[in-house]
């Protein structure tokens, strides 16, 4: 990337890490490029001599209402370091300004994600204790974390898609931003939040050595499941009905096989092509992603 | 009403519009126009106030009827989109992601209203803030700000991009007295004479400053035209006295101790006064509510005793 990163321009310039004249003077006559002006920004709020050496060049009215733009700025936040780093790889830096708002990425469920994952994967770990020592069966064992995985996907789309978990879900319909993008980009942000930590306690269990890699199709597959029911459902149907298209395969199998053949080789085929399938009815019928137009 | 209005100054024009909810209809063959300058939308609870400016959000759909908002048809889709980039929409019952700071969610409004530069986006959330007089506010959580707070926040929201269309939905419930006079100030100052739809229960409000009025009631539109108006549609309904008068709607006794009434007809030799605006909108939902003329009003009147 040509943009530097805003503390080097800053201090690049002047003696022992202040603002040389020239960035303050192609500050004051707004000469500086965005990302410029902002480092200048950024470091005058924390140090006085600069502001005092600013104030030579940059005339009241402008300092004033920019120390309120500068005041606004700060308040609504810097951004993290995950915010930073995806904006880097290219991500707009407005989608994640967006993805603030989405309840699937708030540290209250990730840490239900991951309390939820523990307690399934202990659960898995201390049957295959139990079973190694006779007394247990199949059941206990992986039976839970299969079931558990790709419903907690499930959990954070809903999250992500029910206007419930949207107070100001008005605001957004109202809004000229695409409903579609939105939705999609707050869907796939909670994909892959429960995803990673899914794939992870994969490793714990006492399965194969292949489960992690073999749990991504499955939730994939309810994702666009999800995605599609909810254009032709409610909601709260479109749950139901992607919820079922695991459970039921995974209670199905389990009574009958291993339970990990729902996730072996052809089950694979077969997940693979129902996640293409509804992904292909949820991109056809993406309009009805719009709320309160159509009901 | 102003009949220099022609079609064409009509920012919103709505025809024969309609919307039901199971058997309630909310809006029944509505049919208006609105200019430049700020409405007023009066009605009791339930009259389809909330469904009406919802309606011309674009985030709810009539079942019969035409909206045109600037000349736009919100039912296509890129018409909807280009309408929505021109509208300020604060609803009635705005909820906030509670985590946020004051500053944090007007930028999260701000995006969706496709203000993509950051250094804008915090340029327009100033602005807004100082709007409202929220900007010591800007890095509070939501959460630990006063109802009244919230509902301003609600209006910087609405007021963010400039739009040539707002759409507020009861904006000053749960200001205090000041925080209502400045509303009216800041509704008064808005850069761009933008066209301005409120929805209200004080017909304080209406007075003040709104240059039209429309009286919902039932779904029906039941009176348009300016306040003075609308006070005119009681005139010759409103007289004084000094005891209670058994043919009157309402009779309440003013501070000067005198008597008000208002009714269907004052009777012989008493004084008849200049009606408000509140007198105008209250003859035209009690007239509304019981067509069935004299035996309407007593019954309304025995009850009031
Ligand atoms: N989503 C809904 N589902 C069912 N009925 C509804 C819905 N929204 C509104 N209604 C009904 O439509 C009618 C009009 O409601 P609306 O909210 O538009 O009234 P209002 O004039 O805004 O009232 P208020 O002054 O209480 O805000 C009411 O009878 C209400 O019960
Ligand atoms: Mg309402
Ligand atoms: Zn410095």
Known sequence: MTTPFPDQVASADGPGGHLGGEVLAAYATNRLDEVAAWSVEAHVTTCSACRVALRAFVDRDRLARNRSVLLAAAAVGEPGPARRLLSRVGVPEHLLGLLAATPSLRRSWLLSVLGVLAVVAGESVLANHLWNRGSGSTWGVLVPFLLVGPLLVLGGVALAFLPLFDPSHQLAAAAPFPGVNLLLARAVSALLAALLPVAVAAFFVPGPGWLPAAMLLPCLAVWCVALAAVTVVGATAAAVVSAATWVLPVIVVAASHPALAVVRWHAQVAWAALAAAAAVVAFVRRDRFEMGWTR | ?305
């Open chain 2, 1 to 305: 009403m102003d009949e220099m209005t022609t079609d064409v100054d009509l920012a919103v024009r709505v025809e024969g519009l309609s919307r039901r909810y199971g058997p309630v209809r909310a809006l029944d063959d509505v049919e208006m126009g609105m200019g430049r300058g700020i409405t007023g939308l009066l009605g009791p609870n339930g009259a389809g106030k909330t469904t009406l400016l919802s309606i011309l959000a674009t985030i709810n759909q009539p079942d019969a009827g035409r909206v045109s908002v600037f000349g736009l048809d919100p039912a296509d889709t890129a018409q909807r989109v280009e309408i929505r980039r021109r509208l300020g929409f604060l609803p009635q019952e705005l909820g906030f992601h509670r985590h946020f700071t004051v500053a944090g969610f007007l930028d999260y409004v701000a995006i969706l209203k496709e203000i993509v530069d950051r250094r804008r986006r915090a340029e327009e959330v100033a602005r807004v803030l100082a709007a409202v007089g929220l900007q010591g506010m800007a890095g509070r959580r939501i959460r630990a700000l006063s109802g009244g707070m919230r509902q301003r926040l609600g209006i910087a929201q609405a007021l963010l991009g400039d739009p040539d269309l707002l759409l507020l939905d009861e904006p000053t419930a749960g200001l205090d007295p000041e925080q209502q006079l400045r509303f009216r100030e800041l509704l008064s100052n808005l850069p761009g004479d933008p066209t301005i739809v409120l929805s209200t229960h004080q017909v304080d409000d209406v007075s003040a400053i709104c240059s039209h009025v429309v009286v919902l009631l039932a779904g029906k539109v039941r009176f348009t035209g300016t306040p003075a108006e609308l006070a005119d549609t009681a005139a010759g309904h409103v007289w004084t006295s000094h005891q209670r008068d058994p043919h009157a709607l309402l009779s309440w006794r003013g501070g000067d101790n005198r008597w008000r009434h208002l009714g269907e007809r004052p009777p012989a030799g008493v004084e008849v006064t200049a009606a408000t605006v509140d007198e105008g909108y209250l003859l035209l939902s009690h007239t509304v509510d019981n067509p069935s003329t004299t035996r309407g009003w007593r019954r309304v009147g025995r009850r009031d005793r």
